[in-house]
């Protein structure tokens, strides 16, 4: 018994960082890694309307159109959809390389289709501009 308390009480908490899924650090690097448990980034580490590259998600990570961040918020629904772990929701304002959508629905099946639209992109094929 006095060994469970004794590592009940070196075992504080959940961690509120994981390096393995954590998508700020893969896109913006690990001095931005960890989000707060609502899935928003807030603060000086907000990316709402921040101009980025789409990369291919299935082939070559070749960039294939450019937009803007519309959210970071893992609780987001992207037509009906909740954004979830691996994907942002962003705004499709160039197409480069018609590809397909990484969640195809009825109306929107490749880039094209989204342009001027929201869409969800996985975070780790992401490029996000510089300021």
């Not at 006095?2 to 509120?16: D, G, H, L, R, Y």
């Not at 998508?23 to 580490?45: F, K």
């Not at 291919?56 to 954004?83: M, Q, R």
């Amino acid at each position: 018994m006095n060994k469970i308390k004794a590592c009940s009480q070196t075992v504080t908490s959940p961690s509120q960082h994981s390096l393995k899924d954590d998508g700020v650090a893969r896109v913006l690097g690990p001095e931005l890694q960890g989000r707060p448990r609502d899935g928003s980034l807030n603060g000086s580490n907000n990316l709402q309307n921040r101009k980025c590259k789409l990369l291919s998600w299935f082939e070559k990570a070749d960039v294939v159109a450019k937009g803007e961040i519309a959210s970071t918020n893992l609780s987001d629904l992207v037509h009906h959809v909740p954004l979830g772990n691996e994907c942002w929701r962003v705004w499709v304002n160039e197409v480069i390389d018609n590809v397909s959508l990484y969640r195809p629905t009825r109306e929107l099946f490749l880039l094209e289709d989204a342009l001027g639209s929201t869409i969800e992109w996985p975070i780790r094929y992401i490029e996000v501009d510089s300021l």
